[in-house]
T-cell receptor, first 108, second 114 residues
Framework: QKEVEQNSGPLSVPEGAIASLNCTYSDRGSQSFFWYRQYSGKSPELIMFIYSNGDKEDGRFTAQLNKASQYVSLLIRDSQPSDSATYLC????????FGKGTRLHILP | DAGVIQSPRHEVTEMGQEVTLRCKPISGHDYLFWYRQTMMRGLELLIYFNNNVPIDDSGMPEDRFSAKMPNASFSTLKIQPSEPRDSAVYFCASSPGEFGTEAFFGQGTRLTVV
């Protein structure tokens, strides 16, 4: 059974600080990795995707992938109250499997 | 494109009744996914289709659940008979044909079985 694990949180971070979200996965054959954001009562929306080991930056967001450790992370710099949401890690080979998500709360 | 369209947005039904959820994927997307989301279990993949063909239905919880995709622009998820533990938000998502590309989600159907 392929699994994606995340700390459920809540993770509380002061406004302006860096939020760090982590995810591990069980299937070494996974080749694509995604971070989705989901606001309460809304559907998930893609923030970042990463395929290769290392870092990928997009604005205030940085995704990090370490395939040897089967570990994916998301860093959010200069956290804003609007970043408060649940962040879902997803892993894909032939199908897209999601973790249960980490609730992030940015403290004004 | 209007994105993935799901109907109804909300459904309240009595235990034992048949429930049909509908989904229209983004035009040109070859993959269609059905997910169920609950607080306890998170976002679970129920079944997915590639070019209208069911590829993996191992996530379908019981024989009471069935899904069809008669053409590239329409899919249904049916629960018969429904039970209170089926209460959840059901999402449909579609993805382009390339391997490992992102899934685009519909707005979801909130199902309540009483």
């Amino acid at each position: 059974q392929k699994e994606v694990e995340q700390n459920s949180g809540p993770l509380s971070v002061p406004e302006g600080a860096i939020a760090s979200l982590n995810c591990t996965y069980s299937d070494r054959g996974s080749q694509s990795f995604f971070w989705y954001r989901q606001y309460s009562g809304k559907s998930p929306e893609l923030i970042m995707f990463i395929y290769s080991n290392g870092d990928k930056e997009d604005g205030r967001f940085t995704a990090q992938l370490n395939k040897a450790s089967q570990y994916v992370s998301l860093l959010i710099r200069d956290s804003q109250p609007s970043d408060s949401a649940t962040y879902l890690c997803a892993v894909s080979d032939d199908k897209i499997i999601f973790g249960k998500g980490t609730r992030l709360h940015i403290l004004p | 494109d209007a994105g993935v369209i799901q109907s109804p947005r909300h459904e309240v039904t009595e235990m034992g009744q048949e429930v049909t959820l509908r989904c229209k994927p983004i035009s040109g997307h070859d993959y269609l996914f059905w997910y169920r989301q609950t607080m306890m279990r998170g976002l679970e993949l129920l079944i997915y289709f590639n070019n209208n063909v069911p590829i993996d239905d191992s996530g379908m919880p019981e024989d009471r659940f069935s899904a069809k995709m008669p053409n590239a622009s329409f899919s249904t998820l049916k629960i018969q008979p429904s039970e209170p533990r089926d209460s959840a938000v059901y999402f449909c998502a579609s993805s382009p044909g390339e391997f490992g590309t992102e899934a685009f989600f519909g707005q979801g159907t909130r199902l309540t079985v009483v």
